[in-house]
């Protein structure tokens, strides 16, 4: 039987795909020792793909299918974040586009 561990999310990664977004390195090729707890400020004129976004869940929004990314993320770290309350969240570029993409389908279909 396999053992599952909690990963608290920390604010300076990314939650999607769990990039440090204080240097930008995927945690799976290269371990940083940035300080993953605080999170990063946006910056004037970033370098390509280094801007970062920062987003709250909440109850209220009716984005079924970008939430869905949330709940894949959430399960595929073993955040253990709670849906039942409103939290802070940050994204890298890559999965801050596929979020607005998820968004925009869902705001269609809420819409018709």
Do not use: W
């Not at 280094?50 to 909440?58: H, K, M």
């Not at 939430?67 to 969240?89: D, H, W």
Request: charged letters at 20%; one cysteine or more.
């Amino acid at each position: 039987m396999t053992e599952t561990s909690i990963c608290k999310y920390l604010l300076g990664t990314c939650y999607g795909c769990q990039k440090c977004l204080h240097c930008f390195k995927l945690p799976q090729r290269n371990l940083c020792k940035c300080k993953k707890e605080i999170q990063p400020s946006r910056v004037s004129y970033p370098k390509s793909g280094q801007q970062i976004y920062q987003r709250a869940f909440s109850l209220d929004q009716p984005l079924q299918k970008a939430n869905e990314f949330l709940f894949t993320a959430n399960i595929k770290f073993n955040y253990n974040s709670n849906f039942e309350e409103a939290f802070s969240y940050t994204f890298c570029t890559a999965c801050n586009s596929k979020f607005q993409r998820e968004g925009d389908i869902s705001e269609k279909e809420y819409s018709s």
